[in-house]
């Protein structure tokens, strides 16, 4: 994503987040705080934040907690640099949100940018905007969307997508990522990274990543945690021995019985497990560390940066160098 341009780079973005009643409360508070905490150098906000319904007063979200909004009519007199439609019940009726789309179809060309968080893309969706673009939502809406909307390219693992001035993200924390990525591409990386540390984010993650990091994947398949403790073994040896026999041992199986029952269990082969282990703490040294990816590569037991360097592109699409130019540490 190239750096977007702002007339003079210190006026406040105006961004609206749109609500309705049932909507889901951290839809709306993630982005609206990382944006609320984003500043220019000198320390001034640099965004203005406006939460926004159609009939405007308080709406209540998915938890009863009541926001105020104002008149959505109001909120876009002004000039709008991004608008925000938030996402609700994962089975949410068109119904639900026929009157504010009507009220939205009047302003969807003034934002520079239109996006959405979790369900709020069958909101896009249903008004057209998401037709022939790639897209996402939450991991268990992903294939309603796609039978609702078959001319939508849903892309069902990403945190969020981008297609032109258009932004969809998965559900709920999705949408805090969505809004550092926004952040960084208004203003710089460190900007971004400073508010995901305030708001005490691990890590600022890039949209291709998977909704699931490969270690929730993992405790997702193997539902009885029956190789939890290797699992964590493996994370603490990635240099040593991982083959079958050495697994097994660790295990304290049989190399037969271990391979016959890991595969039944995880739904994968023990190798391919350890090459995701592998590749998932490779991508967190490229974000957080700045050891040449040689060490890296060796570190986290590819042994060489080819062997690291085929495996990540298998998975995310690009080289680690190029990885951890997107997301890694500025260089100081």
Same mark, same amino acid.
């Given at each position: 994503?190239?750096?977007?341009?702002?007339?003079? #780079?210190? @006026? /406040?973005?105006?961004?609206?987040?749109?609500?309705?009643?049932?909507?889901? %409360?951290?839809?709306?508070?993630?982005?609206? +705080?990382?944006?609320?905490? *984003?500043?220019?150098?000198?320390?001034?906000?640099?965004?203005?934040?406006?939460?926004?319904?159609? &009939?405007? $007063?308080?709406?209540?979200?998915?938890?009863? =907690?009541?926001?105020?909004?104002?008149?959505?009519?109001?909120? @876009?007199?002004?000039?709008?640099?991004? !608008?925000? =439609?938030?996402?609700?019940?994962?089975?949410?009726?068109? &119904?639900?949100?026929?009157?504010?789309?009507?009220?939205?179809?009047?302003?969807?060309?003034?934002?520079?940018?239109? $996006?959405?968080?979790?369900?709020?893309?069958?909101?896009?969706?249903? %008004?057209?905007? !998401?037709?022939?673009?790639? &897209?996402?939502?939450?991991?268990?809406?992903?294939?309603?969307?796609?039978?609702?909307?078959?001319?939508?390219?849903?892309?069902?693992?990403?945190?969020? =997508?981008?297609?032109?001035?258009?932004?969809?993200?998965?559900?709920?924390?999705?949408?805090?990522?969505?809004?550092?990525?926004?952040?960084?591409?208004?203003?710089?990386? !460190?900007?971004?990274?400073?508010?995901?540390?305030?708001?005490?984010?691990? %890590?600022?993650? /890039?949209?291709?990543?998977?909704?699931?990091?490969?270690?929730?994947?993992?405790?997702?398949?193997?539902?009885?945690?029956?190789?939890?403790?290797?699992?964590?073994?493996?994370?603490?040896?990635?240099?040593?021995?991982?083959?079958? /026999?050495? !697994?097994?041992?660790?295990?304290?199986?049989?190399?037969?019985?271990?391979?016959?029952?890991?595969?039944?269990?995880?739904?994968?082969?023990?190798?391919? &497990?350890?090459?995701?282990?592998?590749?998932?703490?490779?991508?967190?040294?490229?974000?957080?560390?700045?050891?040449?990816? +040689?060490?890296?590569?060796?570190?986290?037991?590819? #042994?060489?940066?080819?062997?690291?360097?085929?495996?990540? *592109?298998?998975?995310? #699409?690009?080289? /680690? +160098?190029?990885?951890?130019?997107?997301?890694? +540490?500025?260089?100081?």
């Amino acid at each position: 994503m190239a750096k977007t341009d702002n007339s003079d #780079g210190q @006026v /406040p973005r105006k961004v609206v987040i749109v609500a309705y009643d049932g909507a889901k %409360l951290m839809d709306i508070s993630g982005p609206l +705080q990382a944006f609320n905490d *984003a500043c220019f150098e000198d320390g001034r906000p640099a965004y203005q934040v406006v939460l926004a319904s159609e &009939a405007g $007063g308080p709406v209540s979200t998915d938890t009863r =907690v009541k926001l105020e909004t104002v008149r959505l009519d109001d909120a @876009v007199i002004d000039s709008v640099d991004t !608008l925000l =439609v938030a996402g609700a019940d994962l089975i949410m009726p068109a &119904a639900a949100t026929a009157s504010l789309r009507a009220r939205l179809v009047s302003y969807l060309d003034r934002p520079r940018r239109l $996006g959405s968080v979790c369900t709020g893309a069958f909101v896009l969706a249903q %008004l057209g905007v !998401l037709d022939r673009r790639d &897209a996402t939502t939450h991991w268990a809406a992903c294939s309603r969307l796609e039978d609702q909307h078959p001319t939508i390219n849903v892309k069902p693992d990403a945190i969020f =997508v981008t297609s032109d001035h258009i932004w969809t993200s998965a559900g709920v924390s999705a949408g805090i990522d969505m809004a550092l990525a926004m952040i960084e591409d208004d203003l710089d990386h !460190l900007a971004a990274l400073h508010v995901a540390r305030g708001m005490v984010l691990f %890590l600022k993650r /890039p949209g291709g990543q998977s909704q699931f990091s490969m270690e929730l994947r993992q405790q997702m398949r193997d539902a009885r945690g029956r190789f939890d403790d290797l699992h964590d073994w493996i994370r603490t040896h990635l240099e040593a021995d991982l083959s079958i /026999p050495a !697994l097994a041992d660790a295990a304290r199986m049989s190399p037969r019985n271990f391979a016959r029952v890991y595969l039944r269990e995880t739904g994968e082969s023990p190798a391919r &497990a350890v090459e995701k282990i592998r590749i998932e703490a490779a991508r967190r040294l490229l974000e957080s560390a700045r050891d040449p990816i +040689q060490v890296i590569a060796r570190r986290t037991g590819f #042994g060489d940066d080819e062997r690291m360097r085929r495996a990540f *592109a298998k998975v995310y #699409g690009v080289s /680690p +160098q190029d990885y951890r130019s997107r997301f890694g +540490q500025p260089k100081s």
